[in-house]
Structure formats: C-alpha cells, structure tokens
C-alpha cells in the first residue's frame, strides 16, 4: 500500500498495518472509535486492555495528556523510540483507547514509515501490536499476513523490525515512576536520566514465575505465545540436562556456538543469533519463535537468560510468558 493511501483510509477510520522500530502496529486515529472498535475486534483484544497512542514528539503529547518533567526529560533523551509514557489523558482521548482508564499511554516511534504517516496525517495513532491478541508479536510483515489471512488489512512492509520487542511502558501519573512492561529501554538508562529509582512490576513476574499480581490491564502472565508448548528452564545447564527434550522437538539456544550434539536423538536447533549480542537476539526473539511454530513440532525448550543485562531481562520477561510449563 502506498503511503498516501494508507494516510488517507487513516483519515477515514480506516485501520492499517504499519512498521514500526519495535513490532508491526495495526494503526487506527486515535480519534475515531469507529476505528478503534475494529482494531480491537480483528486483533480479538479484550476492551479492558488499552491501546498506546502514537505521537511524532513531545509536543503532541501535551495536546493528548497532562505531561510532567519526567515526561520531559526522558523524551528528551529518549524519543523518537521505544520508551512509552502513561499520563494523566485529556478529553480529546476517548475511552475506547484506554479501556476507560483516565490515563493514556504515549509514545514517539523512530521508524521513518510510521513517521511519514504521522507527519501526513496530523494524529495521534493508536497502534497495538498486529497480532491476534495473547499470540506472538509479528516483526515482519509475512507475521501478519500469515497470523491475519483474509482478513489482513492493507500494509507497509518495512522489512524486519529492527528492535524485535515492545516498547518499555513507564508508569509516570505519580511522582514515583514505575517500570510496568520491561522493553528496549531499560530501568538503569530510565534512572539515569531522571536521577532516582524507579520501581520496576516486570521484574518481580519475572522471578516468581508470573504469579505477581498485575497491575496494568493487559499484562497477564500468558501473552506472547506460539502455538507450539514452550518448555522455558531457568538455565542452560538445566535446559541441556533435562529428559523432557524428545526426538523431533527443537532447541533455541542463544548462538551456533559451541555446537550442541544429542546422540541418537533428532532435535532441531535454532539460533537468536550469530553473535550472542544482546541486541542481535531480542531483533530475533520473535522471529526465531515464529519459525519455531512453523516447523509444527511437538514442543520448543528454551533457556531464560542469567540476570544482569537489561535489555535480556525484557527478553526472559517476553520468554516467561510464552511458557507452558517452567522448570
Ligand atoms: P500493545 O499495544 O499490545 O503493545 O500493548 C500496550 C500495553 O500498554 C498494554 O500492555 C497495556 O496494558 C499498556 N497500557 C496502555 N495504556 C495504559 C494505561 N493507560 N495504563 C496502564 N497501562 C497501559
Ligand atoms: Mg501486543
């Protein structure tokens, strides 16, 4: 689809899928409930899980929400990319984007497509992940064909995402902010900025498994998931040593090397990366668990990641709740 077009069905309430640095969005005007409506009916979105609001810059952001010095310095530091802000709204949002919440979630994407759409348009755009809800978040456009079929709106393919997850959702309607879903930008760059702590509800699912009580709707410990059972371990050493790995099943592992070999057992391997880099192996999370499904095995295992960098913890926060059983 052409640009021009895909500003115009915009204009319209019309819904289109666009790039994005983080995941392919299904992006509607954050102004027409009509639009809205059929973005939550085709992704199969419950009404109680809000919608980010997609803006070219800070400016923007105070014409939608009651912005604040936090706000400020880190879309100073941050923005354009993945760095979302939930703020107090104004009444030019209307409750269909946030599931009747008086706050809104806000964000300034870098990726030169989406932002020519924005420039075109003059909106704000809500644009969710497109993906069937709870499913895995596409980071190419054959993601969202395969996941949508006939139903597919009409799309920008902008190749593979270049970040590969979500952004990161930062709470700041209190004077203490507050990590709510772990992304790109991690705790320790968020900290350094603003110059104090800020709390962090994603790393405590993470260690214990999903159990924590959530607090922002949408958040659940299942979400992310292929079709294939995720087996996740807590390490590699325990991933290799487990007897649940059967012939035919397949192995993530973080790169090629060193190479593994399962006698007299037929396991496929597949890799985050050639390199082990952290960045080179959140690009492909999604993409790797999408080829995963696709092999139409019985089970994939994985290992989380030992704790330490940032930018992994929000990897193993995406793997904990791909999982169908932990060990
Ligand atoms: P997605 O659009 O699928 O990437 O998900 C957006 C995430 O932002 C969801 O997990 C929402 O729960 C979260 N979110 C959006 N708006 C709000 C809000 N007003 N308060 C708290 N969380 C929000
Ligand atoms: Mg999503």
Redesign the pocket.
């Known amino acids: 689809m052409a640009l021009v077009d895909c500003a115009n069905a915009l204009l319209n309430d019309g819904i289109c899928i666009l790039p994005t640095e ?2 392919y ?1 299904l992006a509607c005007s954050a102004f027409s409930a009509k639009a809205i409506r059929k973005v939550y009916q085709l ?1 199969g ?1 419950p009404s109680t ?4 609001v997609h803006v070219l810059d800070h400016s923007f952001a105070e014409e939608i929400s009651v912005t604040n010095e936090y706000s400020r310095k880190l879309a100073k530091a941050f923005w354009p990319g993945p760095l ?1 802000f ?1 703020l107090p ?1 104004k009444k030019s949002i209307p409750d269909e ?3 009747g ?5 806000i964000r300034s994407p870098s990726h030169p497509t989406f932002r020519k759409v924005l420039d075109q348009v003059q909106l704000p755009l ?4 497109a ?1 069937p ?1 709870n499913k895995l ?1 596409p980071t190419k456009f054959e993601n969202v064909v395969a996941a949508f079929g006939k139903d597919c709106p009409p799309f920008i393919d902008g190749g593979q995402c270049d970040i590969g997850i ?2 990161t ?1 930062l ?1 700041l ?1 209190s004077t203490s902010p507050s990590i ?2 772990l992304g790109p930008i991690t705790k320790d760059a968020i900290e350094k900025v603003l110059g104090i702590q800020v709390g962090c509800e994603r790393i405590i699912l993470e260690q214990t498994g999903g159990t924590k009580a959530r ?5 659940g410990p299942k ?1 992310y998931s292929p079709n294939t059972p995720l087996f996740l371990y807590s390490t590699m050493e325990q991933m290799l040593r487990s007897n649940a790995i059967n012939e035919g099943d397949i192995l993530i592992l973080p790169c090629a090397k060193p190479p593994l070999f399962f006698p007299a057992k037929k396991i496929h391997q597949l890799y985050l990366s050639s390199t082990g880099h952290p960045k080179e192996i959140t690009k492909n999370l999604f993409k790797i668990l999408h080829d995963a499904d696709k092999l139409k095995k019985k089970r994939i295992h994985v290992a989380l990641f030992p704790l330490g960098d940032g930018l992994l913890s929000a990897v193993n926060d995406r793997l904990s709740r791909a999982a169908t059983e932990r060990f």
């Open positions: 983080t995941v969005g992704k979105r899980n809000p919608l980010i979302t939930i709204k984007i946030t599931a919440l008086n706050s809104v979630a809500a644009a969710p992940s993906n809800s978040s979500e952004s959702v709470n309607t709510l879903r607090q922002s709707p949408g958040q979400h």
